[in-house]
């Protein structure tokens, strides 16, 4: 029997465009695609010093890195921050939407800027950092992969979170739709959807929330970043090159928990 080999998570010669790559879940993503061999190309909006920071970590482990500050929000900032990494590589392979805001508010309460703020930042950068990979991948015929961070709020409802868990379920159809679209021309369009993901004071700032997912969840703790960047490592190699239009859920097994 031959022995396996890990040629199929191998992204040399690859260039990945990471949203909101400069802290928490995005960060493990860059790192993650970078270790599998990515050019990547660290989005920021308001982490400058955090970017630099990655882009020079990624650096001294050997790999290849870009830090390009975009409003995703914005068409033309968005062309800017393709234009910059293609200048770096030539070419762009992978994207990942990552980039996104999580405010709490009950229902009653959302004013119409907290709504358009979330659609914006959850939906429209996207749909629109979408549409410029998409153009540039087929230009270059060759395929590619994009990978749309939704979440287990898409799935379930909680509390105060009427107009994300509604973002992430536009997010989740976008993506069934795009992928149909976009696969006459070899790219593939999935999403991951998170559970609750370790950050730092996350235990002091909600302990009794924590406790909850932990007894939820069938694997018997929260996530780490780096599950998550490992499900988009996978959804944007050659392992998945049959896999399109769907959601994988990293959530430890807490949409498991019973109902009553």
């Known amino acids: 029997m031959p022995e396996i080999q890990n040629y199929q998570m191998d992204l040399s010669g690859k260039t990945a465009v990471v949203t909101g790559g400069a802290g928490g879940i995005g960060t493990a993503i860059c790192q993650v695609l970078a270790r599998a061999g990515a050019h990547v190309g660290i989005h920021y909006h308001s982490s400058e010093a955090g970017a630099l920071a990655l882009r020079e970590q990624i650096n001294r482990m050997g790999g290849s890195a870009t830090a390009v500050y975009a409003d995703v929000t914005s068409k033309a900032d968005i062309e ?29 309460d959302i004013s119409e800027d907290e709504y ?29 992969a994009v990978v749309n961070i939704a979440s287990v709020a898409a799935s379930g409802v909680l509390d105060m979170h009427s107009h994300y868990c509604a ?43 924590v406790s909850r ?6 694997l018997n703790r ?39």
């Open 222 to 260: 929260v996530g780490q970043a780096e599950d998550v960047a490992n499900a988009c490592l996978f959804l944007v190699s050659a392992a998945s090159k049959w896999i399109t239009g769907i959601d994988l859920v990293v959530d430890g097994g807490v949409l498991t928990d019973k109902l009553f």
């Open 167 to 209: 973002s992430k379920s536009a997010v989740m159809m976008f993506t069934r739709a795009a992928a149909r679209e976009l696969g006459e021309h070899n790219i593939r369009v999935n999403a991951v959807s998170p559970g609750l993901i370790w950050r730092q004071g996350l235990d002091e700032a909600w302990p009794e929330g």
């Open 116 to 144: 358009d703020l979330m659609m914006d930042a959850n939906v429209r950068s996207v749909v629109l950092c979408t549409q410029a990979a998409a153009r540039r991948i087929t230009e270059q015929g060759s395929g590619g």
């Open 80 to 108: 800017g921050m393709f234009d910059a990494v293609t200048n770096e590589t030539g070419r762009v392979d992978i994207l990942i939407n990552n980039a996104g805001v999580y405010p709490t508010s009950a229902f009653l």
């Open 213 to 218: 997912y932990k007894q939820a969840a069938a």
